[in-house]
């Protein structure tokens, strides 16, 4: 969506105020996310309009009058695309390109767009890829709809349906091909992390919001290079590092795409293979940007999803971020009191993390436990592993080896599975 020259593209922000009080996020907080999105896809806004209404026309999103506002404005400043803070069904899309007669985006598009930007591995192009070729099937109609003028006469099809039904099975086409092959990347996926869960190595995913940090904080804790920008979805692809903790186990850490208010149905289902390092870890860093004055709405939203995605039951350790930039610490701190276990931090400024390296060792404290196990003598190898990543108190050599080792629990788990294999 940028151009390739260095002017940006310009643009007008519309969403509707529907006053509802079940909302997350506040319509005004909503539409400056919209902006900060235009501005990670290289879209320059002009200015940001709402109207007042319970719910979207059915068949135009605007009302007349706002629809009559915009359009004698857009010459004005020279627009080029208004963007939509819902997703447009192809009647209102239809509606409002002819009424503004420049590019409208919705948020789903917008959305669309950026992930396809920002999308670095095979597999998450493809994801990208069909997520789009999903939004835009319902819609091919109205892209046809002005050559089906062309034809009509009795007896014959005009040659823009006729185009329309070839598009459509070149899509759908497409679209099987793409899930084809996603479908082998995920058994290949499912094939590595099943061995990966062999390992005894306790996982780690860093979740949150959309720019809290996470990506910087990972950089600092592993001192690895993931893309860290103050843009949204600066990461999209998965990425796992070490972590040596001083007094604790070797932990694998994993960086995760940030959430955010209205994320298309589309790309939570394609971006699921990203997610599923957030159910498949044993533990969840939930980062939130404190500075941000919508935090407590972002932390709703994120927590959300976690339990969309079954995985609310993992010990959580909330990492409130930019610290620096809090203008009233003490009425924030009594604002976030309610989210434990909690630190606050500057991933960007801090000159140590020894809160964070602290806080993770309190979090994992709970399961470590002193247990017994019985090994058979051909699994000595399992012995080593408990020597390795535990504090073994006793052997002893009968029938079997009986082991009493003090360990971390899920690492325990972990070696002991190896016996059970097939």
């Known amino acids: 969506m940028k151009h390739e020259n260095t002017h940006p593209i310009k643009a007008f922000v519309v969403g509707i105020d529907s006053n509802y009080h079940n909302k997350t996020l506040a319509t005004k907080d909503s539409l400056n996310e919209l902006k900060d999105l235009a501005h990670t896809a290289g879209i320059e806004v002009v200015s940001i309009f709402s109207q007042k209404q319970k719910q979207p026309v059915r068949g135009t999103y605007l009302g007349k009058g706002k629809v009559d506002e915009i359009k004698m404005l857009i010459p004005i400043n020279n627009i080029q695309c208004v963007l939509i ?11 409002l390109e002819e009424s503004f007669n420049v590019k409208v985006i919705d948020r789903t598009a917008l959305i669309l767009d950026i992930f396809a930007q920002r999308a670095q591995t095979y597999e998450a192009k493809l994801q990208v890829e069909l997520a789009q070729l999903s939004y835009l099937l319902p819609r091919l109609t109205r892209l046809w709809t002005h050559l089906s003028r062309l034809g009509g006469g009795i007896g014959t099809r005009g040659p823009g349906e006729t185009q329309l039904e070839v598009d459509k099975r070149q899509l759908s086409t497409k679209v099987n091909y793409i899930k084809t092959k996603l479908k082998k990347i995920q058994k290949d996926r499912d094939l590595r992390r099943s061995k990966r869960r062999q390992l005894p190595t306790i996982k780690g995913a860093l979740v949150g ?79 939130v940007d404190v500075s941000h004055p919508c935090f407590d709405e972002f932390i709703q939203t994120s927590t959300q999803i976690i339990s969309d995605l079954q995985a609310s039951q993992k ?23 309610i989210y434990q276990p909690h630190i606050c931090i500057s991933t960007k400024y801090d000159t140590t993390l020894d809160s964070f390296e602290s806080a993770l060792e309190d979090l994992l404290a709970p399961f470590k436990k002193t247990l017994t196990f019985f090994i058979p003598y051909k699994r000595m190898d399992i012995i080593n592993l408990f020597h390795q990543f535990g504090n073994v108190e006793s052997v002893s050599y009968d029938e079997e080896v009986t082991i009493k080792v003090t360990i971390n629990e899920i690492l325990a788990e972990k070696i002991i599975a190896s016996l059970y294999k097939n």
Request: charged share 25%; with cysteine.
């Open 315 to 337: 010990p959580i350790l909330y990492i409130f971020n930019k610290w620096d930039c809090v203008k009233n610490p003490n009425t924030i701190k009594n604002k976030i009191a």
């Open 209 to 287: 919001y959309t720019n809290a940090g996470k990506s910087t904080l990972m950089n600092r804790l592993t001192k690895s290079a993931v893309l860290a920008e103050n843009k949204l979805f600066a990461t999209l692809d998965p990425t796992s590092r070490k972590l040596n903790l001083k007094q604790s186990e070797q932990i694998i850490l994993t960086d995760t795409v940030g959430f955010i208010q209205k994320l298309p149905t589309l790309l939570v289902k394609a971006f699921y293979s990203t997610l599923e390092e957030v159910t498949d870890a044993d533990f969840l860093l939930h980062v």
């Open 85 to 95: 803070d819902d997703e447009l069904t192809p009647a209102q899309s239809k509606f």
